[in-house]
Nanobody, 128 residues
Framework: VQLQASGGGFVQAGDSLRLTCAAS????????MGWFRQAPGKEREFVAA????????VYADSVKGRFAISRDYGKNSMFLQMDSLTPEDTAVYYC??????????????????????WGQGTLVTVSS
C-alpha cells in the first residue's frame, strides 16, 4: 500500500486546513488509519485514528474538538479536517495504515509501530 498525504500549507493561527491521504489500493476499509505529526526537534506523536472494524475515531487530547478524521467508505481516501489551528500544530503530518488485528483497536491505533504503511508527510506551518 502506498500512501500520499497532501493539503499542508502556511496558515495563520485560527485558520483551517484539510489534509488528504490517498492510497494506492481500491479501498481503505480493511485498514486502521491514522494521522501522526512530527514537529521540529520533537518525536513523532499520534494525532487521530479511525479503526478498521467500526470506524471508531480516536484523538489526541491536544487536538480533540478541533480536528476531525474521516474516510470515504469503500474508497481509498482519508481526511483530517483541522480547525482553530495554533502555532503548536506546526509539524509534518503523516498518514499511516495498519493491516494488523488488535484485541483493542482503540488502543492499538495509538502506537506508530503498529502501522505498517506510511505516507511521505505534508508540512503544516501555523503562524501567530
Amino acid at each position: 500500500v502506498q500512501l500520499q498525504a497532501s493539503g499542508g500549507g502556511f496558515v495563520q493561527a485560527g485558520d483551517s486546513l484539510r489534509l488528504t491521504c490517498a492510497a494506492s489500493v481500491r479501498t481503505l476499509d480493511n485498514y486502521h488509519m491514522g494521522w501522526f505529526r512530527q514537529a521540529p526537534g520533537k518525536e513523532r506523536e499520534f494525532v487521530a485514528a479511525s479503526t478498521q472494524d467500526n470506524h471508531a475515531t480516536v484523538y489526541a487530547d491536544s487536538v480533540k474538538g478541533r480536528f476531525a478524521i474521516s474516510r470515504d467508505y469503500g474508497k481509498n481516501s482519508m481526511f483530517l479536517q483541522m480547525d482553530s489551528l495554533t502555532p503548536e500544530d506546526t509539524a509534518v503530518y503523516y498518514c499511516a495504515a495498519s493491516s494488523r488485528a488488535f484485541s483493542s483497536p482503540r488502543l492499538g491505533v495509538l502506537a506508530d509501530y503498529q502501522y505498517n504503511y506510511w505516507g511521505q508527510g505534508t508540512l503544516v506551518t501555523v503562524s501567530s
